[in-house]
């Protein structure tokens, strides 16, 4: 290799000689041979001395011969060389002479593959009138607009494009921006794209297929439509719904209307992650758009609500104001999560969306709480490592602490601030300091201070609470789930209620003391605003635990007690004792938001304690079948005319609970509904709510000689043209308890019949089969990488079957088979799967030397509520 290449190789970012100013791109996709040409001509501004042009490139194939650059003064100089350097991404042109400074024109022609890897420029399956066919789909974030055409790809390196397709004359060819012209020349057409207005290479995106829509207008004359398969036009009208008045929502909030004349959301029926914010045209796996009155359940729609104000969130935060790196991809992910619940929340408050965003807040501690999670900020040096920070830790704990100083600072002020910061930086890019600077200027408060020890540094402290005299006492350290000593000081938003809600007190804490020790009870941390955990000593925690059973903390300060308790008796800082004495507080509790979280910690429960203690596991099911049968009770099996969407998403969760612990009345109703859906699949008997409990609950009783709800599964699986049918039952099948089974579940994930993407759904098995799931991952790691190997999809089946092992031999054995095999795509998720191993051997280990347990589930196994 010449050495005069060596400098370009290697780097994190490509050298600054030259900048784009806009791409003119045309595309031709074959579709039968899968593969696609183009030309690219692209505005550069030379703005130093170079003999080189250096740009992302990869997988292409470049005909150098095309490659000339045209300068101002309309001098043609023809490449010397061009060379493609595969593992970095690049290529480079040199010319005979340094290129004249100011904007010239580069011309490539290219050739590329339609890939199956959904990624870059892919091909998609689906089906038309019994016939398969696919369509050509762009997915390039972070950085595969490079795999379509060569071009700086950084979201820095904003630019304008023109896109030009051409594509048979019967398909829908969709771009960014609404077609100028449009010329038939017998079977093709050449469609022709207005020019965009500046923006990232990331955001570029062409979708040809055939498909149908519905539309509408924003009150200002946007057109939004929703494109999705041919016949299924009538489920994407919830989604055009949420997007016309989500778009006039943020207009209002950010105070800048929506940018581009048009927006298109379509549903692709091979799509990696749940959407993709393209600009003007947003792609979506169907279970994230689509929504049949008929057969999707409640919780389908708040997916569709969540997703779509979170894409369109991004028309915004990120399309026109773009992150300079991806080091600050948080600032895209975490603020559209959070502003996709504000957006929610507005549009159907019925839901309570924000006690539901506590699920977001403990997905991210949860992470946080391994030592091998990272900053909210992380340096990405290679393009290869940005996948893996697409994590809980940017969107959760982002979304988490954007709450937490929007609490702190007050939604007015916030709002007010995020409107100057659109203004400022719009059709630019800008850092996470830069949004700080612009808040503490509106507010006058510290903000970059108050922040850095949040996003710079990973992890999150606990606050441990006492009784000392008269006075309440504060300590702060970080909080790590394997009980380790962790380092760490942060400024926490401090706030306390004592004894009732009037009575409030907050504070920025480095170390501290306040409060009135003689209330009834003391809660930290009011509605769970701040993204931290708290330790309350015995004297607190029983108060605590009275003020539960007599229905005196909110909905939110109930979630926070009881997870707290929960993520403190895993790091062994707390008795499972206290933990089951805890959660028999909530027999009465009516809420959703707690009870699902209630329901998520006992299946946690249940499997470390069949670990941990194997004597009492009937019995510890016995107590969470008598925890949770008075809420099933009183919500029933049938839909009640005029329920809420809450309780319509409880009965379900409820019902797949008491159906996964054994209970035998919910398994032989459920069973019975089941067969009577099998033969008539329009029966008001098997509501879609509930189809998911159902399922769980038939495949309790599967084994290898008694198979037949499997088969009855398998059938409807494969009549179903529903993508949320499909991923409901595939979420159901792992949760047999015959390792023999689940073995033909884990083979079945892997055959044609099940997209890519869906895999991922069926991973998760039951405690008695994640040995086979250990040993079918290892027998077929090969194919797993192949097909997986450069996305986060492989990252699902390491977590998924190394995570729910508890003993430190298995941890030995599994670090012993990645020695040789991993990858730096998997590398993080692996070392924090061997993590979670560690921390629940440790937790066993305390649980069999706790020496009330046996008798303390006895009493509350026994105990008649």
């Known amino acids: 290799m010449a050495q005069k290449h060596q400098q370009f190789l290697g780097q994190a970012r490509l050298p600054k000689f030259a900048v784009p100013k806009s791409y003119d791109i045309k595309l031709k ?30 997988e292409l194939d470049v005909d150098s011969k095309s490659v000339q650059f045209r300068s101002q003064a309309s001098k043609v100089l023809e490449a010397k060389e061009v060379e ?13 002479e340094s290129l004249p400074v100011g904007v010239g024109v580069l011309c490539i ?12 420029f892919y091909r998609s399956k689906y089906e038309h009138n019994g016939e398969k066919k696919n369509m050509a789909v762009t997915q390039f974030e972070p950085a595969d607009a490079r795999k379509c055409f060569p071009c700086w790809d950084e979201p820095a390196c904003k630019a304008t494009f023109k896109i030009t397709l051409e594509v048979p004359s019967e398909l829908v060819a969709l771009s960014n921006m609404p077609v100028v012209e449009e010329k038939v020349n017998g079977n093709l057409k050449i469609v022709q794209y207005q020019e965009s207005p500046i923006m990232s290479t990331y955001l570029v995106a062409v979708v040809v297929g055939l498909f149908d829509y519905v539309e509408d207008h924003t009150s200002d004359g946007v057109k939004v439509r929703v494109y999705c398969q041919v016949g299924k036009a009538y489920q994407g009208k919830f989604a055009l719904h949420v997007a016309v008045k989500t778009l006039s929502l943020y207009k209002e909030y950010f105070a800048v209307p929506y940018s581009l004349p048009k927006l298109d959301m379509i549903a692709i029926p091979d799509f990696a992650a749940g959407a993709m914010e393209n600009y003007g045209l947003v792609t979506y796996r169907e279970t994230a758009l689509l929504f049949d009155e008929k ?8 997916r569709v609500a969540t997703v779509v104000a979170h894409e369109l969130a991004h028309q915004w935060f990120g399309n026109l104001v773009t992150m300079e790196w991806w080091t600050h991809l948080w600032l895209n992910e975490g603020f559209a999560t959070w502003v996709s619940y504000l957006a929610t929340d507005s549009l159907f408050p019925e839901w309570q969306i924000w006690n539901q965003f506590l699920d977001e807040s403990t997905e991210g501690l949860r992470l946080d709480g391994l030592a091998e999670s990272h900053p909210i900020e992380v340096e990405v040096n290679h393009a290869g490592e940005i996948d ?31 409107a100057s910061y659109i203004k400022k930086y719009a059709c630019s890019n800008a850092k996470t300091e830069d949004l700080w600077t612009v808040l503490e200027k509106e507010s006058a408060e510290p903000v970059n201070m108050l922040m850095n020890s949040w996003t710079k540094q990973q992890g999150y402290p606990v606050v441990s609470a006492k009784v000392k005299g008269q006075t309440l006492e504060f300590e702060q350290s970080r909080f790590l789930s394997s009980g380790s ?8 938003p401090v706030t306390l209620c004592c004894g009732s809600y009037g009575v409030r007190q907050s504070s920025l804490m480095q170390t501290g003391s306040g409060g009135n020790s003689a209330s009834s009870w003391i809660k930290l941390n009011v509605d769970q605003s701040g993204f931290y955990r708290v330790k309350y000593d015995e004297e607190l925690s029983a108060r605590l635990r009275h003020a539960i059973e007599t229905k005196s903390l909110s909905v939110a300060d109930r979630y926070g007690v009881v997870d707290d308790a929960f993520a403190l008796c895993m790091a062994c800082k707390q008795s499972l004792t206290s933990l089951l004495t805890l959660m028999g507080a909530f027999r009465e509790e009516l809420d959703y938001t707690v009870l699902s979280n ?20 009937s019995e510890i099911k016995q107590f969470l079948i008598n925890l949770f049968q008075n809420s099933a009770e009183r919500i029933g099996w049938d839909t009640k005319q005029g329920e809420s969407h809450l309780d319509a998403m409880l009965r379900g969760e409820l019902l797949a609970a008491l159906a996964a612990f054994g209970h035998d009345e919910t398994i032989g109703e459920a069973t019975k509904r089941f067969h009577v859906f099998l033969n008539d699949r329009e029966t008001p008997l098997l509501p879609p709510d509930i189809r998911r409990a ?13 198979p037949s709800n499997f088969e009855s599964l398998l059938k409807i699986y494969r009549e179903t043209d529903l993508s949320q049918e499909k991923t409901r039952i595939l979420g159901s099948l792992g949760s047999c308890r015959d390792p023999e089974i689940i073995l033909e579940v884990l083979n079945f994930l892997l055959s044609s019949e099940v997209r890519s993407q869906d895999i991922v759904f069926g991973l998760s098995v039951s405690r008695e089969g994640r040995e086979i799931a250990w040993s079918w991952m290892k027998e077929n790691w090969d194919h797993i990488t192949t097909t997986f190997g450069s996305g986060f999809l492989i990252t699902r089946f390491v977590s998924a079957c190394v995570s729910p092992f508890s003993s430190f031999e298995k941890a030995k054995e599994v670090e012993e088979f990645f020695a040789t095999r991993t990858k730096p795509s998997m590398t993080r998720t692996l070392k924090q799967s061997l993590e979670c191993v560690k921390i629940n051997a440790k937790w066993v280990e305390s649980i069999q030397n706790e020496k009330h347990l046996a008798d303390a589930v006895k009493e509350l196994a026994h105990r008649k509520y």
């Open 84 to 96: 493609l350097f595969e593992d970095d991404e690049i290529m480079v042109v040199e010319f005979g």
């Open 109 to 120: 022609s290219f050739n590329g593959t339609l890939n199956d890897k959904m990624k870059g």
């Open 29 to 58: 996709p074959d579709l039968d041979a899968c593969k696609f040409s183009g030309t690219v001509e692209i505005a550069v501004d030379v703005v130093g001395d170079t003999k080189f042009l250096v740009l992302n490139a990869a």
């Open 295 to 302: 057969h999707s359940a409640a919780a389908n729609k708040q």
């Open 598 to 617: 209630l329901i998520t910690i006992s299946y946690k429960v249940a499997r470390i304690a069949a670990d941990g203690a194997p004597q009492l596991i």
């Open 485 to 492: 000593q962790g380092d760490g000081q942060w400024i926490v």
């Open 694 to 706: 159902a399922y769980t609950a038939v495949m309790q009783s599967v084994t290898k000689s008694n």
């Open 388 to 418: 893996e920070i697409f994590d809980a830790i940017s969107y959760r704990k982002g979304a988490s602490v954007i709450r937490m100083l929007q609490s702190y600072l007050g939604a007015e002020t916030f709002q007010r601030a995020l």
